[in-house]
């Protein structure tokens, strides 16, 4: 059997996260390695590994994601704005193989990215 991923573990309660909101269907929690004053990793149960993998039956569920992504906005405030981001591969430095987008703010975030 594949091993499992880091976020698998999260959702299976192998490993601890401070978890903010979790659905049926999605959890989001604070990553370990903040690149903002807020950094949240918001992940599909369904395990599905990058941008890559989404197919066509997945939509919903990656809609349902960013309805998620902004309730937690609005549950932390976030009226300044925030970013949302999804690496997808090794040239974007994806490290962790399960679908996620990073959700940022609380500074000012700069652009183009790095
Ligand atoms: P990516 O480069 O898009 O694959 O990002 C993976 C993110 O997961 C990084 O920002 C890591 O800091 C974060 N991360 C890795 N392990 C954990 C963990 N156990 N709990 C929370 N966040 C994690």
Not at 1 to 10: R, S
Not at 27 to 43: C, G, K, M, R, S
Not at 88 to 105: I, N, S, W
Request: proline letters at 6%; charged letters at 25%.
């Amino acid at each position: 059997m594949a091993q499992k991923t880091v976020f698998k573990k999260i959702i299976d309660r192998e490993i601890p996260a401070k978890i903010v909101y979790e659905d049926d269907l999605c959890l989001a929690f604070e990553d370990i390695h903040p690149q903002a004053p807020t950094h949240l990793i918001v992940i599909p149960k369904r395990e599905i590994p990058s941008v890559d993998g989404v197919a066509e039956g997945d939509a919903a569920l990656v809609g349902h994601l960013f309805v998620a992504i902004r309730k937690i906005a609005a549950k932390m405030g976030l009226s300044g704005g925030y970013r949302v981001v999804a690496n997808c591969g090794r040239d974007a430095g994806q490290e962790v193989m399960h679908l996620h987008f990073h959700l940022l703010a609380g500074r000012k975030l700069t652009w183009p990215p790095g």
